[in-house]
């Protein structure tokens, strides 16, 4: 399965875990946001990983 679609949801608690994790997807702002316009199915491993890591559990992908 390709990843097509990242998102955050509600609930960041700007641990920048995920942007340590595969800073070509995800940037700090005041709390963490997907990058747009990027090929995200390049980057699927790191997305996975984000998403599993994330301690408030708020990356999703599709």
Sequence with gaps: MAVSKVWIEEGCTACELCVDTVPEVFEM?????????????????????AADSCPAEVIKYE
Aim: glycine residues 4%.
């Design 29 to 49: 702002d005041e709390l963490a946001v997907v990058i747009e316009d990027v090929d995200y199915s390049e980057f699927e491993e790191g997305i996975v990983e």
